[in-house]
T-cell receptor, first 116, second 112 residues
């Protein structure tokens, strides 16, 4: 079974609108962390936001927020007020304590296109 | 966050040859990681490199194909040996702690 599932291969949004990128995960480890990355066409991986399994509040970083629903094992990324520069590939990833925090497991990604 | 640089940024190589990718960090780190991203795919961990010990390789990756050096706490190299077109990928070095993980700019390798 896939550990990280991103069901949206592509998403379209108009500039200034909010968009939610879906991510569900599968783990039996009570201690884990969830990450979101942005990969523009240049290929670099840009760290956006982190949510720990024991964090009580949803993580936020500027226009990025993480809608963490632990019981449903989902960690959706919300981008508010989309900008043209947000067009990129977005990856959800998970780290599990049982693996010694040495491995990030990635989903297949969602391509986001922001139109004017 | 640490600044991570990689050399080369991209290369085009002939099959059967080898390429060594360098990763430099501006601060001392214990663990460094090497990832591969094949075209249109997600990232896959190749190995974990600790200074002073042999690298630990993930399933499907072997030292003969991807030898790694870690001579000090700020530097690592990954060699892609005896390359074939299937090795065409972006190779990224990475480091981090439990709640953050940063990546270098990547090396885009094309094997003809």
């Amino acid at each position: 079974a896939q550990k990280i599932t991103q069901t949206q291969p592509g998403m379209f949004v108009q500039e200034k609108e909010a968009v939610t990128l879906d991510c569900t995960y599968d783990t039996s480890d009570p201690s884990y962390g969830l990450f979101w990355y942005k990969q523009p066409s240049s290929g670099e991986m840009i760290f956006l936001i982190y949510q720990g399994s024991y964090d009580q509040q949803n993580a936020t970083e500027g226009r990025y927020s993480l809608n963490f629903q632990k019981a449903r094992k989902s960690a959706n990324l919300v981008i508010s007020a989309s900008q043209l520069g947000d067009s990129a590939m977005y990856f959800c990833a998970m780290r599990e304590a049982s693996l010694g925090y040495s491995t990030l497991t990635f989903g297949k990604g969602t391509m986001l296109l922001v139109s004017p | 966050s640490a600044v991570i640089s990689q050399k080369p940024s991209r290369d085009i190589c002939q099959r059967g040859t080898s390429l060594t990718i360098q990763c430099q960090v501006d601060s001392q780190v214990t663990m460094m990681f090497w990832y591969r991203q094949q075209p249109g795919q997600s990232l896959t961990l190749i190995a974990t490199a600790n200074q002073g010990s042999e690298a630990t390789y993930e399933s499907g990756f072997v030292i003969d194909k991807f030898p790694i050096s870690r001579p000090n706490l700020t530097f690592s190299t990954l060699t892609v040996s005896n390359m074939s077109p299937e090795d065409s990928s972006i190779y990224l070095c990475s480091l981090g702690s439990y709640n953050e993980q940063f990546f270098g700019p990547g090396t885009r390798l094309t094997v003809l």
